[in-house]
């Protein structure tokens, strides 16, 4: 294009850069296209008015022959001006495919470097070099690889001794995560120990998950560098452990996703779903710990851990937590743990309903069901659990924080608190809350001077309610609607045969709390006393 006039270099500064976008045409030819979608906001447009589609096929009545001409590559045909070449300045990578290119593009830095005062460091100069070491990689025209310093420095890391140890061994290892197959796999043991509700327990599965890492990034591949000419598969997945997408309407899509989707626009690709449990999926560095943690050493079991926590975790009473597992409930759970949960909650059985939400948490642990690091108990174990949670005579916020430590199942802060308020010898020193007696009002001086005004339902009929505080005088009126307009027309008519009171008692209901009613009793010169309901 450049040879044919078509486009020119720009050599100069510009504040036009538009990304260019590679369109493929139905011949298998390519077309290059600007996308000048920021251009477009500030160009003034001239509107011609084009016949469309349709007024020109209605046009066609009594035709016989047609013809087609198409004009060959129609936007070169148009020139711009000089005040627009600006405007339309695009950028490109471009690549040396010769050894003579690159000598000359070699050539061509060193130039601006002394026309500029630039020093180049001939300790570090290579040049045309079949590999060399570059951020952390060696580039060779076999591909990419690790550098054998960031991987040694891997090797030779010593065993975390809290959280941020991990975080740091975890950081070295994620800048190298795309040399490791299934990486967010291999390391989802040691990243769960960087959640924030994470006990630091440094167990042999730890350990393993941790030399496992290691071995693989000291046998990495080396990854070949990008062909257009061979067939193209992206994988995308989800899951508890990996990688986590959320799709959005593309108006309002960031615009650094715009710039991804500009990207896709230029390859023809096909969409192939795959199972989950084929699919190799990525992840990356969890978020960072707050504190460190004391190390838990690793002779005692994870099981026994979430278990003692509770009670005394001996191997007999694991036992029994495994055989109550097996009762109908929790092997109904365990099954779809196993197998995968249906799609929709009316396809679960009854008896693991209760565990529909909290699907993506469980897992088996050894034969018991956990949720996350706590464990699930089976319901004929949960009486013995709940006393032995109970047996310092807690209360209620205390059993439950102890409880949620290590142990969960449906209902189990209800059933806490049931215990607890219904302990025999906890009820004598549990707070009373007492309530305090009403302060009575002095009997006024006069009748009709305060009056007291209330609602009941009878029969499902509404009945306001006046009672005159020095006669005991009652006047009772049928209601449709208790609104504050109905209220004031029906205090008027009250008040018209026995006068206005000086002072109105009444609760802070929706007809006296409004600025209707406080207008009326401002205007009728009326004091509102506002009481407790009760």
Request: hydrophobic fraction near 35%; charged fraction near 20%; charge should be positive.
């Amino acid at each position: 294009m450049e040879q044919n006039g078509i486009i020119e270099k720009v050599t100069k500064p510009t504040d036009w850069v538009n990304p260019v976008v590679i369109v493929p045409k139905k011949n298998n030819s390519i077309r290059i296209c600007l996308d000048p979608r920021h251009l477009n906001k500030v160009i003034k447009r001239h509107h011609y008015q084009i016949p469309s589609q349709d007024q020109l096929l209605a046009k066609q009545k009594g035709s016989r022959v047609f013809s087609l001409l198409d004009a060959k590559n129609a936007f070169y045909h148009m020139q711009l001006d000089d005040q627009s070449l600006d405007l339309c300045t695009f950028i490109t990578p471009f690549g040396s495919e010769t050894l003579n290119d690159h000598y000359e593009k070699v050539k061509t830095v060193f130039e601006v470097a002394r026309k500029n005062g630039l020093n180049i460091n001939k300790d570090k100069l290579q040049i045309a070099v079949p590999e060399l070491q570059y951020l952390g990689h060696i580039v060779s025209s076999s591909g990419l690889s690790p550098d054998k310093k960031k991987v040694q420095a891997i090797a030779d890391f010593p065993a975390p001794t809290n959280k941020q140890e991990l975080m740091r061994f975890l950081g070295m290892a994620t800048y190298l995560m795309k040399f490791v197959p299934r990486f967010s796999q291999e390391t989802s043991t040691l990243r769960n120990l960087l959640k924030n509700d994470a006990s630091w327990i440094w167990d042999a599965q730890a350990e393993k998950s941790f030399d496992r890492v290691k071995q693989l990034l000291q046998s990495t591949p080396v990854l070949k560098f990008f062909d257009k000419d061979k067939p193209i598969v992206l994988s995308v997945d989800a899951s508890s452990f990996g990688l986590g997408l959320i799709h959005k309407p593309f108006e309002t899509i960031s615009p650094r996703l715009q710039r991804l989707l500009l990207r896709l626009q230029r390859y023809s690709f096909t969409q192939v779903h795959v199972p989950g449990k084929q699919l190799a999926v990525a992840d990356a560095l969890s978020r960072a710990p707050l504190t460190a943690n004391p190390v838990i050493t690793n002779d005692i079991d994870n099981t026994q851990l979430m278990v003692s926590v509770v009670v005394q975790a001996s191997q007999s009473k694991i036992a029994e937590l495994k055989q109550a597992t097996q009762n109908p409930e929790m092997k109904a759970v365990q099954q779809y743990i196993q197998e995968g949960w249906p799609k929709d909650r009316q396809s679960v059985s009854v008896l693991a309903k209760p565990y529909w939400n909290l699907q993506s948490e469980l897992h088996i642990e050894d034969g018991l069901i956990c949720r996350g690091q706590r464990l699930v108990i089976p319901r004929a174990c949960r009486k013995e659990i709940l006393q032995r949670i109970h047996v310092g005579h807690r209360g209620i916020v205390s059993c439950k924080n102890l409880a949620r430590q290590s142990l969960y199942w449906p209902g189990l802060s209800s059933e806490v608190e049931m215990m607890v308020t219904n302990c025999q010898i906890c009820q004598p020193h549990q707070k009373q809350n007492i309530k305090e007696q009403l302060l009575d009002r002095p009997i006024p001086d006069r009748p009709w001077q305060r009056v007291a005004i209330d609602f009941f339902h009878l029969s499902s009929v509404t009945y306001m309610l006046v009672i005159d505080y020095f006669s005991k005088y009652i006047e009772v009126q049928h209601f449709h609607n208790t609104t504050s307009q109905s209220v004031i027309n029906a205090l008027k008519i009250c008040f018209a045969r026995f006068g206005i009171p000086e002072e109105i008692v009444a609760d802070n209901g929706p007809p006296f709390d409004s600025s209707e009613f406080n207008k009326f009793c401002k205007d009728s010169d009326i004091f509102f006393y506002p009481s407790s309901p009760g």
